[in-house]
């Protein structure tokens, strides 16, 4: 796996978006799992998603920086959760990249997604009408993909399922540039916050991250 970012932020917070290059076998040769995690490989259809899912635990191990063993289960939500170590964690992936963001303190959410004209098919599905008066102009694929991103990064941070892109989260009107924040408000019925989501380009990836606190 080849480092293709690293960014240390505020309050313990830190995230690395790898590019996967190896074989799952080398993945594997890289971790210690055991047999649930391994039943869970094997329900995996090969490919991308194992890959995917083998990458995002390398990583962990790097970031970590441990030789112990990493138990990563996920709770009844679907979430992600260390265990047997005390940081809070994000994962996602998209094609060739895999990232993981990881906070010492409250819970965190990061979404990478490679851009593509597709998102213009589905904009209402995930945006409000009022949301979408706002996209315009020629970087409008971009700013629907931040806006994505957000949602995504929102949607982990809180961790609960039956929580829509569309009905429970507004994004506030705000200017698209190649790296810049937007702000989110989450009207969900565990909890209502206004969060502050950063975006940035990734060669041709948008990545939207958010912290709890920010």
């Not at 993981?100 to 490679?114: A, F, K, T």
């Not at 904009?123 to 009408?129: C, E, L, S, Y």
Request: with cysteine; glycine share 6%; net charge negative.
């Amino acid at each position: 796996m080849a480092l293709a970012y690293l960014r240390e932020l505020e309050n313990g917070v830190r995230f690395a978006i790898w590019r996967i290059e190896e074989t799952a076998e080398d993945l594997i040769g890289r971790l210690q799992l055991d047999e649930q995690e391994r039943e869970t490989l094997n329900r995996l259809n090969k490919g991308k998603r194992t890959l995917h899912w083998l990458a995002t635990r390398v990583l962990l191990r790097e970031m970590l920086n441990t030789p112990g063993y990493i138990s990563c289960p996920s709770d009844a939500n679907g979430k992600p959760y260390l265990a047997n170590f005390p940081q809070r964690i994000s994962l996602t992936h998209s094609f060739d990249y895999a990232a993981v963001m990881m906070s010492d303190n409250g819970e965190v959410g990061i979404d990478l997604e490679l851009v593509k004209t597709k998102i213009l098919r589905i904009a209402d599905k995930f945006m409000k009408p009022a949301e979408l008066e706002g996209i315009a102009g020629q970087q409008r694929i971009e700013q629907l993909y931040a806006c994505w991103c957000a949602k995504e990064a929102v949607y982990k941070l809180q961790g609960n399922k039956g929580v829509s892109f569309k009905d429970n989260m507004t994004i506030q009107p705000f200017e698209f540039q190649d790296q810049g924040v937007l702000f989110l408000d989450l009207d969900a019925p565990n909890r209502q916050a206004r969060f502050k989501v950063y975006y940035e380009k990734f060669q041709e990836y948008m990545l939207g991250y958010v912290m709890e606190g920010s």
